[in-house]
């Protein structure tokens, strides 16, 4: 019970205490605004509405829902590369937020699936959504 308490405590204090902390290290005067929107990148939770039920306790979110995946990842990361603060602030806010829900999954004894899955099968292909075999819509 008490570890539970201390993993919610950490896992909502990294989404909402940490971007304050990375903001006023690495944006000096911007830092209120880049907090901000370091704090706003919780909206690509949305996709967790996607997902039935829409919160599972021992569910990991890191590679389950798709805003949480390697593939968001690396677009989140090319975000970085492009010149303006407020993107990069952007960028970082997320992928922080999915260090954190990676935290939580290892706290929570969950593993996160961090496979990425590539077919070139035209009849078939990996859903890492649901990791079932589903035949594509032609």
């Known amino acids: 019970m008490i570890l539970e308490i201390v993993r919610t405590f950490l896992h909502y204090s990294l989404h909402f205490l940490a971007p304050i902390l990375l903001g006023y290290l690495f944006w000096g005067k911007n830092w209120k605004i880049a907090s901000l929107l370091m704090i706003g990148t919780m909206v ?17 979110s890191v590679g389950f829902h798709p805003l949480h995946t390697v ?18 602030a952007i960028a970082v806010g997320c992928l922080f937020h999915l260090f954190t829900d990676s935290v939580d999954c290892y706290l929570g004894g969950l593993k996160p699936d961090l496979t990425i899955t590539m077919s070139c099968d035209k009849n078939y292909f990996m859903s890492t959504f649901n990791n079932k075999f589903i035949a594509p819509k032609l």
Not at 71 to 88: C, E, M, R
């Open 71 to 88: 593939w968001a990842a690396l677009i989140y990361l090319g975000i970085w590369f492009l010149p303006s603060w407020k993107l990069k």
């Open 44 to 60: 690509i939770d949305i996709d967790h509405l996607l997902a039935t039920p829409i919160f599972d306790p021992n569910r990991c």
